[in-house]
């Protein structure tokens, strides 16, 4: 158990629908983690923040926005989804950000859309 | 952002082969690490290099990382079922170095 929560384990949606994920990381982990894993892209970063400020962007669609609350947990939402937004989404969290720290990663949401 | 290339894309070998797998960028890491990831779970860390020619061991995995710090590779030795799983390799990299990317990973398969 890495200690990262992440709810719901699996979602079934139909397209054009918005949905919301979550994520809690380890206690006392201020760094927050997003990112997508497909078949064909492997694990694609979306978005980091630190202590509820955003840090980095990757290639996170518009149609995608996340956010980290005042008790550290984060949000990403996905709307007007499409097919292809079909895939694993990790949250990973780690006590500071970057400078090679080791980041844990939840069990993941398998998002599915039909 | 880094770019990370993993290579092979995937290997099947027998219990008991030995087999290596690389990762390689043209840029120069500021460290790097190595994750496995099993079905349905998320990719949990074995080591993180960071000097250049540096070798760590853990038990029958070998993590060498380049002179050059372009270049890592990943040695198993006696390979078991429980190895079977995507060896992925990670840096840090953008401005701050807030952002963790991944290679696309090598699919290992242990036959016993």
């Known amino acids: 158990d890495s200690g990262v929560t992440q709810t719901p384990k699996h979602l079934i949606t139909a397209t054009g629908q918005r949905v919301t994920l979550r994520c809690s990381p380890r206690?006392?982990?201020?760094?927050v983690y997003w990112y997508q894993q497909s078949l064909d892209q492997g694990l694609q970063f979306l978005i980091h923040y630190y202590n509820g400020e955003e840090r980095a962007k990757g290639n996170i669609l518009e149609r995608f926005s996340a956010q980290q609350f005042p008790d550290l947990h984060s949000e990403l939402n996905l709307s007007s989804l499409e097919l292809g937004d079909s895939a694993l989404y990790f949250c990973a969290s780690s006590v500071d950000p970057g400078g090679g720290r080791e980041a844990f990663f939840g069990q993941g949401t398998r998002l599915t859309v039909v | 952002t880094q770019l990370l290339e993993q290579s092979p894309q995937f290997l099947s070998i027998q219990e008991g082969e030995n087999l290596t797998v690389y990762c390689n960028s043209s840029s120069v890491f500021s460290s790097l690490q190595w994750y496995r990831q099993e079905p349905g779970e998320g990719p949990v860390l074995l080591v993180t290099v960071v000097t250049g020619g540096e070798v760590k061991k853990l038990k029958r995995l070998t993590f060498q990382f380049g002179d050059a710090r372009k270049d890592s590779s990943l040695h198993i030795t006696a390979a078991q079922p429980g190895d079977t799983g995507l060896y992925l390799c990670a840096t840090y990299s953008g401005a701050g170095s807030y952002q963790l990317t991944f290679g696309k990973g090598t699919k290992l398969s242990v036959i016993p």
């Open positions: 206690s006392g982990d201020l760094s």
